[in-house]
T-cell receptor
């Protein structure tokens, strides 16, 4: 069965510092992986997706993620944090049976 | 265009009461999902519709939960005899086809259900 694990339920970074949010996956087949962002009182919004076309995936708002099969990881990064990046981020894997399986989320705090 | 719309945005009910939560998906999206998000957790799958039929309801926690999508568009999640443990944010999502690499989910803002 597919699953994802997000390390760190809370991450704090300074404004303009590197953002790194960790996600490891478990899948018996080549996975389709996603990152979603959730702002307060809003639904989830797709940031980026990995579908095996390229291992480095670029998303919206300057975020990117790299698929590393050897490490079973799909970490989310952004070179320079902005105050508006403060939100909760969810990693998800497509289960292959029309379902997405979500991680428990990482709340990002950006310090001025 | 219009996104996924969920109503009400907030619902407070007493233990034992019946509630209905509504989801209006993006026009033309054949797939519709309900997820439940408890505090500090990621979204948890409840049920998936393809058209009018529930293709997968394996995530519904018990028989107090039921969902319909009679015309293949709007869906209603129904909870009978609500319990305090049902308190959560209920998220609806739709996609053009079934979920897959080229058909990501589009989420509504959710309905926050509080059972007192």
């Amino acid at each position: 069965a597919q699953s994802v694990t997000q390390l760190g339920s809370h991450v704090s970074v300074s404004e303009r510092a590197l953002v790194l949010l960790r996600c490891n996956y478990s899948s018996s087949v080549p996975p389709y992986l996603f990152w979603y962002v959730q702002y307060p009182n809003q639904g989830l919004q797709l940031l980026l997706k990995y579908t095996s076309a390229a291992t480095l995936v670029k998303g919206i708002n300057g975020f990117e993620a790299e698929f590393k099969k050897s490490e079973t990881s799909f970490h989310l990064t952004k070179p320079s944090a902005h105050m508006s990046d403060a939100a909760e981020y969810f990693c998800a894997v497509y289960s292959g049976t029309y379902k997405y399986i979500f991680g428990t989320g990482t709340r990002l705090k950006v310090l001025a | 265009g219009a996104g996924v719309s969920q109503t009400p945005s907030n619902k407070v009910t007493e233990k034992g009461k019946y509630v209905e939560l509504r989801c209006d998906p993006i026009s033309g999206h054949t797939a519709l999902y309900w997820y439940r998000q408890s505090l500090g957790q990621g979204p948890e799958f409840l049920i998936y519709f393809q058209g009018t039929g529930a293709a997968d309801d394996s995530g519904l926690p018990n028989d107090r939960f039921f969902a319909v999508r009679p015309e293949g568009s709007v869906s209603t999640l129904k909870i009978q005899r609500t319990e305090r443990g049902d308190s959560a944010v209920y998220l609806c999502a739709s996609s053009l086809r079934g979920a897959g690499e080229d058909s990501p989910l589009h989420f509504g803002n959710g309905t926050r259900l509080t059972v007192t």
